[in-house]
């Protein structure tokens, strides 16, 4: 596999206020803990300013968040599918992700 070029994790969600709505920014961690650098923002545009941010956006913060160990966990499952496995299902839709984060292919 090629060398990824999305930025390293891990990666992780912090909450704050912008222009009155509650956003959730994707971060990089500094060594001491704090966000170092913003990789994206997740909010909810509502016509309605003030409106709660919903589940759903949380959710996605989660997911977003979680990119880079679920990119890494992936890779690692298809080593041992393939092994186990190789002209399976899984080993394909493990495949598939892989190149849908990797290289924008789906």
Request: glycine share 6%; charged share 20%; hydrophobic share 40%.
């Amino acid at each position: 596999m090629q060398t990824n070029k999305h930025t390293s994790g891990p990666w992780f969600r912090t909450v704050s206020q912008h222009n009155g709505e509650t956003v959730y920014d994707i971060c990089t961690a500094a060594d001491n803990g704090e966000p170092k650098e913003m990789i994206a923002r997740v909010n909810h545009c509502v016509i309605t300013p003030g409106l709660a941010i919903s589940d759903e956006v949380r959710a996605n913060a989660r997911l977003i968040a979680a990119a880079p160990d679920l990119l890494a966990a992936a890779i690692a499952a298809l080593t041992i599918v393939n092994r186990e496995q190789p002209d399976g299902s899984i080993a394909a839709d493990l495949l598939k992700a892989i190149c849908k984060a990797t290289k924008g292919d789906a």
